[in-house]
């Protein structure tokens, strides 16, 4: 059974940190993509991050670039987002993805999500 299972959310306030983990199981790390999507109230689901766990190549939406970093753990199949300098608009639920292929809008997997809110 594939499991991903997010944790690392909570409040905190504009210009500090969090840092998320996803903790994946049931599937071949090495060969697939993890990365981690938000959708706040009222809008669209928007990708945030994502490294290809085989090659090490990451991608940062422009929003997050420079604040946010995505890295992995292969000796504990988990992925992390450490995100610095956080703002009230990443204000979000954030969800843990893993594809074959690459983070996109029809991931092949999908956490549970994890709340994270960011206070002015």
């Known amino acids: 059974e594939v499991q991903l299972v997010e944790s690392g959310g909570g409040l905190v306030q504009a210009g500090g940190s969090l840092r998320l983990s996803c903790a994946a199981s049931?599937?071949?790390?090495?060969?697939?993509?993890i990365g981690w999507y938000r959708q706040a109230p009222g809008k669209e689901r928007e990708g945030v991050a994502c490294?290809?766990?085989?090659?090490?190549?990451?991608y940062y939406a422009d929003s997050v670039k420079g604040r946010f970093t995505i890295s992995s753990d292969n000796a504990k199949n988990t992925v992390y987002l450490q995100m610095n300098n956080l703002k009230p608009e990443d204000t979000a639920v954030y969800y843990c993805?893993?594809?074959?292929?690459?983070?996109?809008?029809?991931?092949?997997?999908w956490g549970q999500g994890t709340q994270v809110t960011v206070s002015s």
């Open positions: 049931g599937f071949t790390f090495d060969d697939y993509a």
């Open positions: 993805v893993a594809d074959a292929l690459w983070c996109r809008k029809e991931n092949d997997y």
């Open positions: 490294i290809s766990i085989g090659s090490g190549y990451s």
